[in-house]
Each structure stands twice: as C-alpha cells, then as structure tokens.
Nanobody, 124 residues
C-alpha cells in the first residue's frame, strides 16, 4: 500500500516563499505522475501543479504559473513544490497526489494516492 507524506507548510508573509515536499513510500512511485492540489475553506479542491513520471513534462494552474515550480527526485522518491511570491489567496491545505497513468492530469479523479495535506497560510 503506497503512502504519501507532505511537509514544509507553515505561515509566511505575502511575497515570501515556501518549499513543500512529498515523500512517497510503499510502491514504485517513480513510475507515477505526481501532482499538487489545494483546498481552501469553503472551496473545491483545485489543481496546482503536476509532473510526469519522467519529470520531462509539467503543468501548472494559471494562478500559480511563474511563481510555483514542481520538481521530482525519483532516486529519493520525493516531489517538491517551490512556492515563491506567495499571496494571501494561496492560503489552503496542500495535498500531494500520485497517479498511475504516468502523465500529468489536472483532474483529481486521475490520481490514485493522496497524502494527508499540509497547511499553508499566507498573511497580508
């Protein structure tokens, strides 16, 4: 049974940076596409960024493009989300997800494994 564990969330001022990590275990996640989603109170879960199993393809939500960067280290079976120029509207619980199809999908239904989430709070 595969497990994903996020870390790196916290409280930061607007304009600041955070780096989220997602450590995978229990399965060969190096063959899986990985994604980050977020959910703010009262809102639906939304796609933030995704990366293919090889790391050659990545996709971003329009609201974070140019500010966030997703990367992966298959040797460490870890995925990262570097978040720069954070805004108060980035405040949410951020979830790591893994999809067996290998390609990046923006729809959360294509992801099979999920972490517990890590809180990111950006103050104005």
């Amino acid at each position: 049974q595969g497990q994903l564990a996020e870390s790196g969330g916290g409280l930061v001022q607007a304009g600041g940076s955070l780096r989220l990590s997602c450590a995978a275990s229990g399965r060969t996640f190096s063959n899986y596409a990985m994604g980050w989603f977020r959910q703010a109170p009262g809102k639906e879960r939304e796609f933030v960024a995704g990366i293919s199993w090889s790391g050659r393809s990545a996709d971003y939500a329009g609201s974070v493009k140019g500010r966030f960067t997703i990367s992966r280290d298959n040797a460490k079976i870890t995925v990262y989300l570097q978040m720069n120029s954070l805004k108060p509207e980035d405040t949410a619980v951020y979830y790591c997800a893994a999809g067996t199809r290998g390609s990046v999908y923006t729809n959360y239904a294509y992801y099979d494994y999920w972490g517990q989430g890590t809180q990111v709070t950006v103050s104005s």
